[in-house]
Each structure stands twice: as structure tokens, then as C-alpha cells.
């Protein structure tokens, strides 16, 4: 009788425990030690007390618990399911998938772990890893036999054959939500992202419940920077699962892409005090964050909780060193030579890890070493993001021969004739920032961020980015009525209107990339103002070189091509300076450097703006500022980084090479031969 009783009490006992887990994790810790000091070794008290410790983040202390389970417990699906868990939640991908199909070999009833799985390695920033896990969660959760073949096919990294049998399954089957989700996920791999969302969105409007298509639709509007849509999407997720950790740190990322900085630093804050705190990526998240504040020294330390959590986040690493205010001591100097030695390195950190040996190389005046590094760098990077310059050539000649004196007569008076966008276009790293600063210093202008509105307006006239279709733009533009360009000038500020937080009547679009489009600003949008930020060319190149961009800028991972790149704006720029005289304003860094209050002069009478004090005062501003630059503009001008390409002239022979007669008519461009 008494050892029934006493069986009957654990039984309890574990079930109120199991219960807990959803909502006090903390007391279900105490509750499944308490059993296990009654009772030790019962193995459902050990994976609960497992369960609880990975619950509050504590990843190491669960792993412990888990680990040994697993080994002892092999039979237990359950127990390698939540072992698989907590390697995914520590970033140890291989591991994890090693684990979560052992406990799916012994039971088919867990098919959602690969969901659960890729939302671990999300968090933990494995990429690669998430995409797999989330492909073989649409394997396992197919029972359709097509399906399955088509999620074999994707998990394998056949995206073709993937593809022609979703499609094929499609056609038999329009509101197949399954397919549509699944060819989503291809279009999304090959960066196919209208594609992506418009099945995701038809996913949704066939069936709202689908929650793991949400999800996806959420993460693929972030991606192709509609951070409003993805919000609105995370909204919905968040209501019905508020504790989602992986919901929140994207509602996060989307807010900061929309500016609400203060918004995503609140749910940053709520997140590491939680059981996101052991996840490295949200404390480099919220680091990123803080830095555009302004809060350099909260910044700081959030990037060394994440180091320590994690010693080979190569990001973490290079986003202290991309601060360009922080100087790395020999022991992190040691620190990063040993985690970017090892063979295990996912090839993410491992490039990191070069950038930020470079600069803190390059700091210590070992400026052979640096380079050397940073060579390493690009050509990894480079390898990622492949770059063929010879598009950028042919765009500057189509433009060239699209937009002639002929057209731009003909079309005075087009376009929406609103005044309130200032752009600032030109190459990254050309002062750009300096100059966005300095206006949103005034009381009539607001500075938002670079936006992706033109370059994604540009590549929707110029139809589907198919390899194999050569872009009808800018030549497209020529079959449009004149309501049609004024319309599209409109849908611009509308778009836009979202990043806008203050009621000053004009806005800067600093996306330095919009110089290929000065043509098409001018026919949708012929009052507003375009500034060009213009740097000498090996200064403004090689510092794009050392500059590791997280996305958008391939041109700048070889020498070659940026000088290229740079040339081909130079002889852009020259062409609407013939065309359009004085209609874009050119602002030459060294200049701004030499003789600032007579720039910035000359700068607002350009903009139509009365000169105001505080605009020289621009390092008094505290607005949010997200770009490479965002410490150095919080400082007065200083000459410094003039010509810190110099102690790198040895190695620069490929770019000079490249920049031709671009780089010794600078300032001036080139004549063209008539």
C-alpha cells in the first residue's frame, strides 16, 4: 500500500511540476529538485528539472542535466528532443540536428521539433542552420507524398526540382497552402523575396491560421525592408504567443529598421532579463541598438556580454571595432587569433574575425598586417556576394543614353511637385552622414535613414530580377504619361511618410546607392534636392574596402571593382551635371573638412534654408544614427581621417589602376572624348 501511495504522490508530483513549466519555470526548477532529492535518478524529474533550467536561459546548467540524460535515456525521444533543444538554443547546430532526428527516429509524433529547432538557431544566429532545420519541419510535417517529394528535394538544396514540383502540385491544387509556404521558402533562398511574399500572403488569406506561414511572411517583409508590414504580422503572432522570444527579438529588428529605436530598446531591455539573456545575438542586437542611440557605453557592453556568452561571435568582435572609437588590447587581439584559428569556425565568424584583426592591426600601426587582413575579408566576403561591375557599367550607359537633353525638355514640369525629400547620394564612406547630420541639425529638416523606397520603386519598373532578363529600367520610364510619373512621386512620399517622426516639412533620404537613379528622382520628384557627397577617390574607396557592409554594397569587396564603381559615378554624375546644371548640389569632403562654415553655407542656400548656428554645432545633435559613422559624427569635424588610405599606398596599385584618369582629374571628371 505504501509503495502504491508513494507512486501515486510522484505521479502528482511530476504532473503539477510539468504543469508549471509554462508558466512559473522557476518554481518548476525547485519543485523537480525537490522530487529528485525524495526520489533520486527518476529520469522524467531530471528532463523536467532539464526543461526548466533551458526555460530561464540558463542553457549551460540545462545542457548538464540533459546531456547525461539523453546517454542514459536512449529510448527516451523526449529527452533527446529537449537535449537537441538546448544545442540549438547554444548555437551548436550540428549537434542539434543530430539529437532532434534521434528523437524523431524513435518517435514520428514530434514533427513540429524542427520548427522549434530553427527557432533556436534563429536566435543563435546560425542561418544556415535555421534554413535547414525549417525545411526539414515542412518535410516532416508533409504527408502528401508530392509534398514530401518536393521537401526531400528542398532539404537536399535541389531548389530546381523543389521548385517544378511545387509548381506542379500548385496547378492541380491552387489553394494548396502546404506548396505555397514551401515555394515561398525557395523564392526566399534565392532572394526571390516578391515572389516570397505574395504566396505567403495568399497562404494567409486562404488560411489565417497558419501560423508558421505568418511567421514567414513576417521575417521575408523584414528582409526586403518593409519593416511596417512585418510589425503589423508580429502583432498578430504576438497575440496569440506574447512569450515568443523569437516573435519579439524580430518585432525588435523591424522597429529599428523603422527608426522606433526607443521601441526596440524596450523590448531588447525585457528580453535579456529573460530567458533570452543567454542568447548572444540579442545582446549584439540590442548592442547594435544602443549604439544608433548614441549610448556608446551601454553599446560597449552589451557586444562583451555577447562575447562572453559566445568567444567566437566574430560580429560581436567586429561591431565593437566598427564603433571606430574602441581600441582592442593585446589579450582581445590573442582572443580573436585563437577563435579565428580554429577549424571549426562557421565562415560568418571567421570573416568578422579578419575585419576586426584589420582594424585593431591597423590601430597599432601595423599597416602591412592590416591589409592583409583586410584583403582576407573581402575576398571571403566577395565569395558570398558575388558583384559584376560590368552591370553597373551598362546602367550608367543606359541612363546616359535615356536621359538626354531632349527628354528632360520634353518632361519640365512632370512628377509630384512636393519639396519636402533632400537626398544625399554618392559612395558610402564619402561624408554622407557628416552632411545628413549637419541638416538635421536644422529646425526645418528631419534626418530619417537610408531608405530602399527608390532603388525598390527602380527595380519594380524594370520588371522581375531574373537573371536571365536583362532590367527594362531606366528605359521603361519612357512609356509612362505624365500622371503616371507624378503618381509615382507620390507613392515615394508615402512610403516614406513612416520613417518620418517629427513635423519639420523636409526629410533626408541618405541612401548613397540613389545616385544611379538622379534621372528618375528628378522625372517623379523635380523639386527636391539632391546632394552629392563626393570624397577623393582613393580616401573614399579604400575606406569602403575596410568597411565591412552587413548587405548592399558587393562593389566594395575588391579593390578593382570600386574603382570601377567609382568611375562609373563619376562619369554619371558629370552627365546630369551637363544635362541638369546646377541641379545637383556636390558637396567635396575635404572642403567640408577644410572650411566648414563656408560649406555649410553654401549647402543650405542650395536647400532654399536660412543659415541657423546649430548646424555647425552638428555634434550636439542627439538624434539616432545608424550608419558606420554614427560615433564620429557625434564629434566636431577633425581632419584625421583625411588621408588615412596613405599608410596603405603600397597595396592600393589595383584600385589606382582601376580609377584611371578619374583619379587624377579629382575634383573634376574627366572629359569625355568627342
Not at 525592408?225 to 525588435?252: C, M, S, T, Y
Not at 536647400?607 to 560615433?631: H, K
Request: charged letters at 25%; a negative charge.
Amino acid at each position: 500500500m505504501a509503495a502504491t501511495e508513494q507512486t501515486g504522490s510522484l505521479s502528482t508530483a511530476l504532473a503539477h511540476t510539468e504543469r508549471l513549466l509554462g508558466s512559473d519555470p522557476v518554481l518548476a526548477e525547485e519543485q523537480a529538485r525537490e522530487i529528485l532529492k525524495a526520489v533520486p535518478g527518476v529520469p522524467q524529474a531530471q528532463l523536467l528539472l532539464g526543461v526548466a533550467l533551458r526555460l530561464q536561459g540558463r542553457l549551460e546548467d540545462a545542457l548538464a542535466v540533459l546531456e547525461p540524460l539523453s546517454a542514459g535515456q536512449p529510448k527516451a525521444a523526449i529527452a533527446h528532443l529537449e537535449y537537441g533543444l538546448t544545442l540549438g538554443a547554444l548555437g551548436q547546430a550540428k549537434k542539434a540536428r543530430t539529437a532532434v532526428s534521434r528523437a524523431l527516429s524513435l518517435s514520428p509524433k514530434f514533427p513540429d521539433a524542427w520548427r522549434r529547432l530553427a527557432d533556436e538557431l534563429t536566435l543563435a544566429g546560425d542561418t544556415d542552420g535555421a534554413d535547414e532545420a525549417y525545411a526539414l519541419h515542412l518535410k516532416a510535417s508533409s504527408n502528401d507524398p508530392k509534398l514530401m517529394e518536393a521537401a526531400t528535394a528542398l532539404v537536399d538544396g535541389r531548389l530546381a526540382v523543389a521548385e517544378q514540383l511545387l509548381r506542379d502540385i500548385l496547378k492541380a491544387h491552387p489553394t494548396d497552402v502546404g506548396a505555397m509556404r514551401m515555394l515561398a521558402e525557395i523564392g526566399a533562398r534565392l532572394r526571390r523575396y516578391e515572389d516570397a511574399e505574395a504566396l505567403l500572403s495568399r497562404a494567409l488569406e486562404l488560411a489565417p491560421g497558419f501560423t508558421a506561414a505568418r511567421n514567414n511572411y513576417a521575417a521575408i517583409l523584414y528582409r526586403h525592408n518593409q519593416p511596417q508590414q512585418a510589425v503589423e504580422q508580429l502583432d498578430i503572432l504576438l497575440h496569440a504567443d506574447p512569450r515568443n522570444v523569437g516573435f519579439r527579438a524580430l518585432k525588435a529588428a523591424a522597429l529599428g529598421q523603422l527608426g522606433e529605436y526607443d521601441a526596440a530598446s524596450d523590448i531588447y531591455e525585457v528580453l535579456v532579463k529573460s530567458s533570452a539573456a543567454q542568447h548572444p545575438k540579442v545582446w549584439m542586437s540590442y548592442g547594435h541598438t544602443l549604439k544608433t542611440q548614441g549610448k556608446q557605453k551601454e553599446a560597449i557592453a552589451a557586444y562583451h556580454k555577447s562575447i562572453a556568452l559566445q568567444p567566437s561571435l566574430g560580429e560581436a568582435y567586429w561591431s565593437l571595432a566598427n564603433l571606430k572609437t574602441v581600441r582592442f588590447s593585446d589579450a582581445d587581439i590573442a582572443a580573436m587569433e585563437t577563435q579565428r584559428a580554429r577549424t571549426d569556425l562557421p565562415a560568418d565568424d571567421g570573416l568578422h574575425f579578419e575585419f576586426a584583426l584589420a582594424k585593431a592591426f591597423e590601430d597599432a600601426g601595423q599597416y602591412e598586417k592590416a591589409f592583409e587582413y583586410y584583403a582576407r575579408g573581402n575576398t571571403l566576403r566577395l565569395k558570398e556576394v558575388p558583384y559584376d561591375a560590368a552591370n553597373t557599367t551598362d546602367h550608367v550607359t543606359a541612363s546616359k543614353a535615356f536621359f538626354t537633353p531632349e527628354l528632360i525638355a520634353a518632361r519640365k514640369g512632370t512628377g509630384d511637385p512636393s519639396p519636402d525629400p533632400i537626398f544625399i547620394v554618392g559612395l558610402p564612406r564619402a561624408g554622407s552622414t557628416l552632411l545628413e547630420q549637419i541638416l538635421s541639425s536644422h529646425s526645418q529638416v528631419e534626418g530619417t535613414m537610408e531608405l530602399h523606397e527608390i532603388g525598390n520603386m527602380a527595380r519594380h519598373i524594370g520588371g522581375p530580377g531574373r537573371k536571365s532578363k536583362v532590367s527594362d529600367y531606366p528605359a521603361a520610364l519612357g512609356t509612362m504619361t505624365d500622371e503616371q510619373l507624378a503618381a509615382l512621386g507620390a507613392e515615394y512620399l508615402e512610403k516614406t511618410r513612416v520613417y518620418r517622426k517629427t513635423d519639420r516639412p523636409f526629410f533626408i533620404d541618405k541612401m548613397p546607392n540613389n545616385f544611379l537613379h538622379t534621372g528618375f528622382i528628378h522625372l517623379i520628384l523635380p523639386n527636391a534636392k539632391i546632394i552629392d557627397a563626393r570624397r577623393h577617390p582613393l580616401g573614399c574607396c579604400f575606406s569602403c574596402f575596410k568597411q565591412h557592409f552587413a548587405r548592399g554594397q558587393a562593389f566594395t569587396y575588391s579593390l578593382e571593382d570600386l574603382g570601377r564603381y567609382y568611375a562609373d559615378y563619376v562619369d554619371l554624375m558629370a552627365h546630369y551635371d551637363d544635362i541638369l546644371p546646377g541641379r545637383v548640389h556636390r558637396v567635396l569632403y575635404e572642403q567640408m573638412v577644410d572650411n566648414p562654415e563656408a560649406e555649410v553655407r553654401r549647402l543650405l542656400d542650395y536647400c532654399g534654408l536660412p543659415f541657423e548656428e546649430q548646424c555647425l554645432r552638428f555634434y550636439e545633435n542627439p538624434r539616432a544614427v545608424r550608419t558606420a559613422s554614427s560615433e564620429q559624427v557625434r564629434k566636431p569635424i577633425f581632419r584625421d581621417g583625411v588621408e588615412q588610405w596613405k599608410s596603405f599606398e603600397p597595396w592600393l596599385g589595383p584600385l589606382k589602376d582601376a580609377l584611371g584618369d578619374t583619379l587624377t582629374c579629382y575634383p573634376n571628371a574627366p572629359q569625355t572624348p568627342v
